[in-house]
């Protein structure tokens, strides 16, 4: 059957208003509701510079405010070998000195006017966000050209931020949570592969990294024909072209490397890798395998099946974890999709002396979400995706942020007017095939940090995986 | 003014991201006409182009209090409900009960099973939380415009029918819930057991913010069946909450519902708030240390201060701006910028309905001593109380703040929240402009005024030191200052 925008949801009864009782009404019925609201995503008009710079502009002119999201189609992949870190510390550094302006005037301009201008690199992207009311577009729009084109990289202000980030790499150590997000990976990917090796960088590389290591990252990445600008707001698409063009028209084309990903290694049986947080109130558990890259064909139906598994609070793994024993503030479960397949993580904070009752949950639902989805569970996780669509879009910087894996994963410009489509297209077959395809229990990692001492033998006990120790970067223990 | 530290309260469960496209739900700004006035050295913008939230209030006979907004531009809207309880009421042997209380709420009541709270919500396409604050507890959902109705349901259901199905597997169930997030937010975070000792030193025994949001795990032991019971009756009831509903609906059409779903919820006896709180006095420097599995010692400076509103409410909240947080103000400036002695530094004024108090606090970077760190830390604040601040860096603070407070205006929930607030700490909802204008009123003066009234007064010097190491602590020995 085909659907339009506006799906209509079988299991509430569509009508025009809802039933406002005469006298006595009865309090055991939920009421009914009208219709979902119909809505319209505005279109995206699209453009490319001379040098190749592609534009997405959405007009929204509800009040005089505008956001500018440059996309560099490049991050923490792109960081040359031995060098993780330069992305990060790339982005970090556009704010910290261009040609014309030093750090701290940079810092005071934004302030004084009252604009935010953000820089930030991921694994597939640097973006660098300003959020500006109209009435200031040409000085903020200059303040960012100047931070994305011009940036200096001046050797002392590059000695600061890396101690900086030497010290927060040791801060990490405090953390069971941040080792678990560290280890998981590396344990998942091996140092091989970029998505095994943290964003941020390690002691050995940022140590090892110098102003010139970034300045080339930025000379081989930061390329218009590399981009694209975002630009949501009260903005006229023709004139705004102008500006853009005036701005950044001259920036150079070149030729940007295309990134090789290598395999990541083959996981083989179950094994539990246990890093000792002596003390530590809870275990952070983190269990999962390589997923799925964001071309994946499944996208629909992985993300419904993620919905039921542990996408939503009412998800199973919460619902089990925290909702009917009690071992955690919330348990959850996503697939990180990138260029490549990024993980898929199942997670959660437990306290400690239910680590082993918890594995066993943990284990369980991994099992049970294999197995035919009941309708009303299906249901239910489909208009959750559906109906809250719209609170995606409230506000121009939604709608900026909306638009970057449109912009970064090529996907079509009506992604979002069809979304609804999508996800009422995916069947109960779809979610058990994608499950039993991508959800293997006899396969997993199962990273968990805490006291060792008080959690070791009970995690045995449970007979899900052999125990091996790593250390908190999540490498074997010399 | 909200300000998204101020609310240090303890919501009710994680957000929950299942995809990419589950974009970051950002505040944002909202018609910043006022921004556009600004020029190189404007001056202080003027309150009239902040924009009013236009509202209508209005009370059912059972005195539960009813505030709309609308706004169409967008087919959604939030229903924000606030009950006039939070930590601060607490009795002693039970704090973390209200908060506790809160986490009960959504377990269900005489209509709606266990469970099915989340999922009729989630299948309608909404998203639906709560937080609870030493002065007050909320509850909320953002809904596609046509689920309104559900989203009034539920919440009537929950204020007029709690009881009939609460029993003890219930408040069992949400205890070891909320014990997890005393561990996640508290016990197994690196510093995370500062804040509590600070304001058990602050504060007499006796004052009710002496005492953390999220409770002991003793008396969170101690809490039991009939606390609920008698919890439930002495605050839950419609006259001691206000709904706020903000965005895309039918105003006569909402009252219909409210008057049909909150109506008949019985009036329950009068609620008497304490209105007055123990005096704070700190006659000396008090230095406290608190061992924790860190890497790095870290200081908190803690003045006792003023409550939300007070005159010198917003003449703080812009000294903290100018002192640590922004690159150009003073300590951060100085010490993570120049020296390089810190890792970071932030600083805030937190008032609240009854009291108030104001907090520097430094991480110094690896090898620092925190004393090398402290004088730097007196210099500028007596620097700012001997020769004030330039009128650059107050206006730089004002505009930050202003645009803080913008952010706030741009979703719907954001708004109920705002008409929430005003309401209950100004008594008008639509106070955004008198809001803006307290912090266009403040002057180089009066921050040079109120670093000296407040700042200069004695403190509690708190330094969270690694396991072992209590020789790192600021001692006023070390040369902290002391009686000045």
Avoid: C
């Avoid at chain 2, 937010?185 to 949001?213: C, F, M, Q």
Wanted: hydrophobic share 40%; no cysteine.
């Amino acid at each position: 059957m085909k659907h339009s925008m506006v799906v209509a949801i079988a299991a509430l009864p569509l009508i025009a208003l809802p039933l406002l009782a005469q006298g006595t009404f009865d309090r055991s019925k939920p009421p009914e509701l009208g219709a979902p609201p119909r809505v319209s995503l505005p279109p995206i008009n699209t453009r490319e510079l001379p040098n190749g710079l592609k534009l997405m502009i959405v007009e929204q002119h509800e009040l005089p405010l505008a956001d500018f999201t440059l996309v560099i189609g490049s991050g923490g992949t792109a960081d040359p070998g031995g060098k993780s870190g330069v992305a990060n510390l790339t982005a970090q550094m556009l704010r910290e000195g261009t040609t014309s302006r030093k750090s701290l005037d940079i810092a005071d301009q934004s302030s004084f006017l009252g604009i935010s201008l953000f820089p930030q690199a991921s694994w597939e992207s640097t973006t660098l966000s300003l959020h500006t009311p109209t009435a200031q577009l040409d000085s903020a729009l200059a303040l960012f050209a100047d931070v994305a084109l011009h940036p200096s990289f001046p050797a002392n202000e590059f000695d600061r931020i890396k101690k900086n980030r030497l010290t927060e790499l040791l801060q990490l150590r405090d953390q069971g949570p941040a080792i678990a997000n560290t280890a998981f990976p590396a344990i998942l990917y091996g140092a091989g592969h970029p998505y095994g090796v943290p964003l941020i960088g390690t002691e050995a590389s940022v140590t090892s990294l110098s102003a010139a290591d970034l300045q080339s990252y930025y000379q081989a990445n930061f390329k218009p024909n590399n981009a694209t600008l975002i630009i949501v707001g009260d903005v006229n698409p023709a004139q705004i072209e102008q500006k853009i063009n005036s701005l950044f028209g001259t920036w150079q084309r070149g030729n940007v490397a295309p990134l090789t990903y290598a395999e990541p290694p083959k996981a083989s049986g179950t094994t539990i890798y246990l890093i000792d947080k002596p003390g530590a109130a809870q275990s952070s558990f983190r269990i999962g395998s390589v997923g799925v890259p964001r071309s994946t064909k499944d996208y629909f139906a992985l993300t419904v099946m993620n919905t039921i598994l542990g996408g939503s609070f009412s998800s199973r793994l919460n619902q089990n974890l925290r909702e009917a024993r009690g071992y955690t503030y919330g348990a959850a479960s996503r697939f990180d999709m990138r260029r490549a397949a990024g993980p898929f993580t199942a997670s959660a904070e437990i306290v400690s002396a239910k680590s082993d009752s918890a594995l066993i949950e943990f284990l369980k639902e991994l099992n049970n979400i294999r197995q035919t989805i009941p309708a009303d569970e299906l249901s239910r996780a489909k208009r959750y995706l559906q109906l809250q669509l719209p609170e995606n879009f409230e506000t121009t910087r939604d709608i900026a942020a909306a638009l970057v894996p449109v912009a970064l994963y090529n996907l079509p410009l009506d992604y979002y007017n069809t979304y609804v489509q999508n996800v009422e297209a995916v069947t109960k077959a779809d979610v058990n095939r994608v499950a039993q395809q991508y959800i293997n229990p006899s396969s997993l990692a199962i990273v968990i940090v805490g006291d060792r001492k008080t959690i070791e033998q009970a995690l045995k006990s449970t007979n899900v995986g052999p125990i091996t120790i790593r250390d908190i970067s999540g490498q074997p223990i010399q | 003014m909200i300000k998204p530290f101020r609310h240090v309260g303890v919501s009710n469960r994680a957000g929950y991201r299942s995809s990419e496209e589950k974009v970051r739900k950002s505040p944002t700004l909202v018609a910043l006409s006022y921004l556009m006035a600004l020029t190189a050295l404007a001056a202080p913008l003027g309150a009239q182009a902040i924009p009013r939230i236009p509202f209508e209030k209005y009370k059912l006979p059972n005195g539960l209090e009813v505030i709309l907004h609308e706004d169409h531009s967008t087919p959604i809207v939030a229903v924000d409900t606030w009950y006039h309880v939070g930590s601060g009421d607490e009795l002693p042997g039970r704090t973390g009960f209200a908060h506790l209380f809160e986490h009960i709420m959504f377990m269900g009541s005489q209509h709606v099973p266990v469970g099915a709270f989340d999922q009729m919500l989630e299948a309608a396409g909404a998203n639906n939380n709560g937080s609870t604050t030493e002065d007050r507890t909320n509850y909320y959902e953002t809904l596609p415009s046509n689920a309104l109705p559900l989203a009034l349901w539920l919440d009537a259901d929950r204020m007029g029918f709690l009881l009939p199905t609460m029993d003890l597997p219930k408040v069992n169930l949400q205890r070891d819930v909320v014990k997890n997030e005393r561990r996640q937010r508290v016990d197994n975070v690196p510093y995370g057991r500062a804040s509590e000792t600070i304001l058990a030193a602050l504060y007499p025994k006796a004052h009710p913010y002496s005492w953390p949001v999220i409770g002991s795990m003793a008396d969170l032991s101690a809490a039991s069946l009939t606390d609920v019971q008698n919890f439930f009756k002495t605050y839950y009831a419609p006259n001691n909450a206000t709904i706020a509903i903000a965005g895309d609906f039918d105003p006569a059409t909402v009252k219909k519902l409210v008057q049909q779903y909150f109506g008949d919820i019985p009036r329950g006896p009068a609620v008497n708030r304490r209105t007055t709180v123990p005096a704070v006095t700190i006659p000396r420097d008090t230095f406290l240390v608190l061992e924790d599995k860190v890497q790095l010692p870290r200081v908190y400076y803690t003045w006792h201060s003023v409550k939300n509103f007070a005159p010198d409410d917003a003449a703080l909240d812009l000294l903290a701006q100018i002192l640590a947080n922004d690159k150009n103000s003073r300590l951060y400036k100085k010490l993570v910028y120049e020296l390089q002695t810190a890792q970071s530094v932030s600083a805030f004024q937190n008032g609240s309905r009854l009291d108030g108090l104001f907090r520097v606090t430094v991480t110094p970077k690896p090898g620092q001593k925190v004393a090398d760190i402290d004088k730097v830390v007196r210099d500028e604040i007596a620097n700012i109380i001997g020769n004030g601040v330039s009128q650059r860096e107050l206006q730089r603070a004002q505009n930050v703040f202003k645009s803080g407070f913008l952010d706030e205006l741009s979703s719907v929930l954001g708004k109920a929240e705002i008409l929430n607030n005003y309401n209950y700490f100004v008594g008008n909802p639509d106070f955004v402009q008198q809001d803006v204008a307290r912090y266009n009123r403040v002057t180089a003066a009066d921050i040079q005024r109120v670093a000296r009234t407040y700042l200069g007064k004695p403190k509690i010097v708190l330094t969270v030191v690694p396991e072992g190491k209590r020789e790192m602590m600021l001692t006023s020995a070390a040369g902290a200052g002391g009686d000045r």
